[in-house]
């Protein structure tokens, strides 16, 4: 009933020990056997009641021993010495048995020569009346594998054992006490499967553990049934999660957690319950009989080193040059010069650092290996690297880690080189990890208000370990077949070290900022300050620098040019559609976002398994509040530089990331033509770094970070320069964001020219009378019925923090303010939150960039809402009217005050089937209309201001005008209201940290006169939006003399024929119209693009890609060369996402005029299509 393949070796045998090799017999003759691995295990379910039914034939690696073995192959760099497979049958379950299967990748460490005791290990064992057959597979170190064989002895067992291997421990265990006593006597780290059949009764068992702190890792999950039941599904196990996929469903994937067991019958079942971790009230510091003295700390930890030497191959440790490793290489080296001594050998021990040049830890580690004893007894080897070179490392090293928590993947970088350098020479190292959770190491434990609060938080971040630290520890070195050894996390160690009364943990905060004694690990390091038994000690300015996870230790400035790097990688329609995309763990940055995209490209569906930190970072989950870190990183880098370092003549990374100082940015201005205010510095001064010109600059001021250039690709986030496009180019680009078009930037450098020499006082009048200029010239355009009123916003997300302050003018601060947002999906990522009152940006108009904390602006905080999705998960519209009428109902159930929105135009033109009216003029409720795409006739608008609508407006859509400029019209009923209304309370809403921050009085209509009074700001003045306006404005007048049923029909007909021009391409699909917008899915296989893919299409199509697609036709490498701007990727379904090509006012003003728009629509369909069919082509390229 048991079989293997010509690799796999016979398990089953007598008791006596004959083991047996393929073809060869051989005796196991060494008394240790220790490997590393990658372990893969299936078996069919036996437990679960099915009524007779068969077991699911279709689980390959139950049925298909190629599949078996080509799966195992994929965990090969875990164990790169070789792999073994085995399957077979177990128990007598009907109508057919269970089939088992296991696969095992070797690394050998100890006996390397030894084939002889090869997992997956298939042993018989006797029992009362039977036998026990019992199949194994293990990944790890079993440090007391003799002392549990010996406590079998000592409980009457007689079985002998049969190889040297410290795994076999633990299938003997098991086979006499069961496996929860098992798990817990073993000391080690570890990971394993058994599959257990009583021979005589034909019951199965399964049983899984991981190690108490999760050094190793394990998953498991269930196949995916043939059936709609799952009662005949297979249960999948794997050392990582690349092995799972295709296998299991994803649903089902669970990481079992560290210090657990699991069962079918009981599930998971934590078995590793020490009282420091699991009682809340564990505090043997306060009995007076408890005495831990220091000499007892360092000889457990020296214990733990020494225990973690035992190794046939060559092995070193990781210097990362931070204390922890110092300590370890303090204690470590007089073991090792001893072992060498004992067997005539003096060769030097091998450590390994990895960082940018003059990096603090780079410097640390040198003077570290200098203290004992230099090349003499220590054999360094430094991987440095600059930050190019890593950069096409990423997605590599995303697939490995298995992660997307942002954190992780920046130390798992510079983790990765060290690892592949020390790989060349050695199999097993020695590695720091772990001292910062046992004794408060990291920085913000300067915060921790007592001593119970810095114990709770040290339980926490343990309990995390497996999850972050050690997963990535494992992947990192696994990766290239290295094993890494933490003696910190030793299980004695850790209850010796958390006993320890946390008092002697808290950190003194001015000791941070002098590197003294009182900073983080005081107690650690004054532990370890003496020389150790070769006269050897830590040298000060390595013992007292500041802890640096390696990410920043590498280099000060590696985490931002890091992270600037793969943010431009991003869009911002990627990020706007975020909590769409990844609805679990949903990525607040861009950074986050980059790393979540690669992640799912493998690991589809399986975004659950990975526990990222809570709040983005470590130091976000704790008990208090700290400053030191954010969901970037530590925020003042400059406390890791140590008097080591050579002094650098700068650094990329402020003193304080938050928050840059504007008045060191205007020193290196020299005359700018326009008075540039503080809260501009930032943005003109990255415009002029990225070759812009004075007035090219000052277009991108007064914005939020969407109008930002960023330095290293000259362009904002929607990849848009504040030049006009090349006149070979085409653009259809309208629906998300627009570069100035020609006629725009020639009218806003005229206004420009007239401001010019301007400032103080003289600018601000000039500005007052621009603004004027403006509200009138936008009422006459959009033939405003008398009394509407006009009040100018920096862009249409922060346009919805004014109907708030309306409702609050009108009813009172005592009224419960609720907001309903429809077609989240497909409206701005800004104006979800910005109508709840949150900041939406990390930079505000008037104030640059954000600092500290605060989320909500002053005065709004308190507010509710809902917010109503575009489409369901199948594409189909959701009835957002009908949602908004029950959500009004339910406001004025409950006495609260409603502001009711609907869409009239979403990124795909979307709109919603009903505009609600304000109820009784805006006494009861307030209506919202988001018209922000600009695309609706003078009569929708005029329906909407006489049913007393809010409408909120951009010239930056269909108009063209560059990002941002928005308006809020208030219909007359409701500005005659606001007229003799006194500015709402509370007052501080008027604030810099309110809409002080995004509005000066200039903006203001007359019926918010008194709102301007309370914003003042007369020294300031929104240069940047005037000039977006002005350009805005010369769109408009381009289409003024065009009456609306002559515009009306022009794009219904532009509509009609692009939309043919797409059907006509048999990859292409016009999925949906919306009057100038058509919505385009490309087909792949028997499906779709996915978001992900549609991104890559996106950048393409701006780009030459012809020469990259060799077996192109002549006419599909002209429209591969053609570069085309389109509408960014829109997620519309679970199946599919769509691009679009979207009509501006310059493309139908070209219309109405000659048939040049529609080669120009030809054009990018033509790309559209080719680039589909070659898109496996273009993405095997690498661009």
């Known amino acids: 009933r048991h079989h293997t393949n010509h690799q796999a070796m016979l398990r089953l045998g007598s008791v006596l020990g004959r083991r047996q090799l393929a073809g060869k017999g051989a005796a196991a003759t060494r008394t240790t056997k220790r490997e590393m691995c990658g372990l893969l295990a299936a078996i069919d379910d036996v437990w679960t009641q099915r009524g007779g039914a068969a077991h699911d034939p279709n689980v390959p690696l139950l049925s ?63 029992t009362e009346g039977g036998k026990k057959i019992v199949h194994l597979a293990a990944n790890g170190e079993v440090y007391n594998h003799i002392e549990v064989y010996d406590e079998c002895v000592k409980a009457g067992w007689e079985t002998p054992k049969i190889s040297g291997s410290d795994c076999e421990s633990i299938a003997h265990a098991y086979a006499k006490f069961g496996g929860p006593k098992t798990a817990a006597m073993l000391d080690g780290m570890f990971a394993f499967v058994i599959f257990e059949e009583d021979a005589q009764t034909g019951k199965v068992k399964a049983f899984a553990a991981r190690d108490p702190v999760g050094i190793k890792p394990l998953y498991y999950g269930r196949t995916k049934c043939s059936t709609s039941s799952d009662d005949a599904a297979a249960y999948i196990f794997s050392s990582e999660l690349k092995a799972l996929v295709g296998h299991c469903d994803p649903s089902t994937v669970v990481a079992i957690p560290p210090g657990h067991y699991w069962t079918p019958e009981e599930g998971l079942v934590c078995y590793y319950n020490p009282e420091w971790l ?96 230099g090349e003499k007894h220590v054999q360094h080897n430094i991987r440095s690297f600059t930050p190019d070179e890593v950069f096409d490392l990423i997605p590599k090293i995303v697939y490995h880690m298995e992660t997307y928590e942002a954190e992780l993947i920046r130390s798992a970088i510079p983790n990765w080189l060290l690892a592949e350098r020390a790989a060349q020479d050695v199999k097993m190292v020695l590695t720091g990890e772990g001292a910062d959770e046992l004794f408060a190491g990291y920085l913000y434990f300067q915060d921790a208000p007592s001593p119970r609060h810095a114990q709770n938080e040290l339980r926490r971040i343990y309990g995390m370990l497996g999850n972050i630290n050690l997963h990535r520890t494992d992947r990192m070195t696994m990766a290239h077949g290295l094993e890494a050894r933490v003696p910190f996390l030793d299980t004695e160690f850790t209850r010796l070290a958390m006993s320890i009364d946390p008092a002697r943990k808290m950190v003194d905060r001015e000791a941070v900022l002098t590197n003294s004694r009182g900073r983080e690990k005081t107690f650690l390091r004054e532990l370890f300050e003496g020389p150790n038994d070769n006269g050897h000690s830590i040298p000060s300015p390595v013992l007292w620098r500041a802890k640096a996870m390696q990410c920043e230790g590498v280099g000060e400035d590696w985490v931002s040019i890091l992270q600037r790097k793969v943010s431009s990688l991003v869009s911002d329609a990627e990020m706007a559609d975020a909590h769409i995309t990844y609805p679990v763990n949903t990525p607040h940055t861009k950074e986050e976002l980059y790393y979540r995209r690669i992640y799912d490209e493998n690991f589809h569906g399986l975004e659950h398994v990975v526990k990222p930190w809570e709040g983005g970072g470590r130091a976000m989950g704790a008990a208090w509040k700290s400053d030191m870190y954010t969901r970037e990183g530590l925020k003042n880098t400059n406390l890791l530089s140590h008097s080591l370092q050579q002094k650098a003549a700068f650094s990329t990374t402020s003193s304080s990331s938050s928050s840059r100082s504007f008045s060191t940015a205007a020193q290196s201005v020299e005359g700018p033509a326009v008075s540039i205010q503080n809260f501009d510095m930032e943005a003109y001064n990255a415009a002029l770094e990225s070759g812009y010109s004075d007035f090219e600059a000052s277009l991108t001021l007064g914005g939020d970070d969407r109008s930002l250039i960023k330095t290293d690709v000259r362009t904002n986030k929607y990849h848009i320069k504040p030049v006009p496009i090349e006149s070979t180019s085409v653009f259809r680009g309208s629906c998300t964001g627009n570069p100035p078009t020609q006629r725009g930037y020639d009218a806003a450098m005229e206004l420009f020219a007239k401001l010019e020499g301007l400032e103080g006082k003289d600018l601000c009048s000039a500005v007052q009378a621009v603004y004027d200029d403006h509200r009138s010239r936008l009422s006459a355009l959009l033939n405003l019925p008398e009394g509407t009123e006009v009040v100018l916003c920096p862009s249409g997300s922060d346009a919805e923090y004014i109907p708030i302050a309306i409702a609050r003018a009108l009813k009172g601060d005592d009224v419960h303010i609720t907001n309903g947002i429809t077609q989240l999906s497909e409206i701005g990522a800004g104006s979800a939150p910005a109508a709840v009152g949150k900041y939406f940006s990390t930079h505000v108009p008037l104030v640059g960039r954000l600092s500290g904390e605060r989320e909500v602006l002053s005065g709004f905080e308190n507010l509710g809402g809902i917010t109503v999705s575009a489409r369901d998960n199948e594409g189909n519209v959701v009835d957002a009217a009908t949602e908004m009428d029950n959500f009004a109902e339910e406001a004025f159930a409950r006495g609260a005050y409603p502001i009711i929105h609907g869409v009239f135009g979403g990124k795909t033109g979307l709109r919603d089937s009903k505009m609600a009216p304000s109820l009784e003029g805006g006494d009861k409720s307030l209506s919202v209309v988001d018209a922000c795409q600009g695309r609706f006739s003078t009569d929708e608008l005029h329906e909407w201001l006489n049913q007393d609508s809010l409408v909120l407006f951009t010239a930056s859509k269909f108009y063209q005008a560059p990002p941002f400029c928005g308006a809020v019209l208030i219909p007359k009923g409701v500005a005659d209201k606001l007229r003799g209304t006194p500015a709402p309370q509370p007052h501080t809403m008027f604030d810099a940290e309110g809409l002080g921050g995004f509005l000066t009085e200039k903006e203001m209509p007359p019926c918010l006169q008194s709102w301007g009074e309370m914003l003042g700001q007369e020294r300031r003045s929104n240069v940047g939006l005037a ?132 080669q120009e629509d030809q054009a990018v369909v033509k790309k559209l299509a080719a680039i589909g069919k070659h898109f496996a082509t273009l993405k095997d390229s690498g661009h």
């Open 64 to 126: 298909d021993a190629d599949s078996l073995r080509n799966t195992t192959k994929i965990l090969y760099h875990r164990g790169p010495d070789g792999y073994q497979v085995s399957s077979g049958t177990v128990g007598n379950s009907t109508p057919t048995p269970a089939r088992w299967s296991m696969g095992h990748t070797r690394l050998a460490i100890v006996d390397p020569s030894n084939r002889f005791a090869d997992m997956p290990f298939n042993l018989e064992f006797p």
């Open 1027 to 1158: 000039l977006r306006w002005e350009a805005g404005l010369a769109g408009m007048e381009a289409l003024s003399h065009v009456p609306d049923d002559v515009r009306i029909a022009a794009v219904d007909n532009w509509a009609g024929t692009v939309s043919n021009m797409v059907n006509g391409e048999d990859n292409l699909d016009a999925w949906c119209t919306e009057r100038s917008i058509v919505s385009i899915r490309v087909q792949k296989g028997d499906g779709w693009l996915s978001m992900s893919e549609l991104r890559d299409l996106y950048r393409w199509m701006s780009m030459d890609v012809s020469g990259l697609v060799p077996d192109a036709t002549e006419e599909e490498k002209e429209a591969l060369s053609q570069s085309t701007y389109i509408g960014q990727p829109v997620h519309v379904s679970d199946s599919h996402a769509i691009v679009r090509i979207a009509l501006g006012v310059e493309s139908l003003v070209s219309y109405l005029d000659d048939t040049k728009t529609l």
């Open 278 to 373: 699991r009682n809340d009230d564990y505090a043997p510091w306060e009995d007076e009989s408890h005495n831990v003295t220091d000499d007892d700390v360092r000889e457990a930890f020296s214990k733990a080193v020494k225990k973690r030497m035992m190794s046939d191959v060559d092995y070193g440790f990781f210097l990362s040059g931070g204390v922890d490793s110092c300590i370890v290489a303090h204690d470590l080296l007089p073991f090792w010069r001893e072992e060498r001594a004992a067997i005539g050998d003096d060769r030097p021990i091998s450590t390994y650092t990895v960082g940018m040049e003059n990096s603090p830890d780079v410097m640390a580690a040198k003077a570290m290996v200098d203290a004992l004893g």
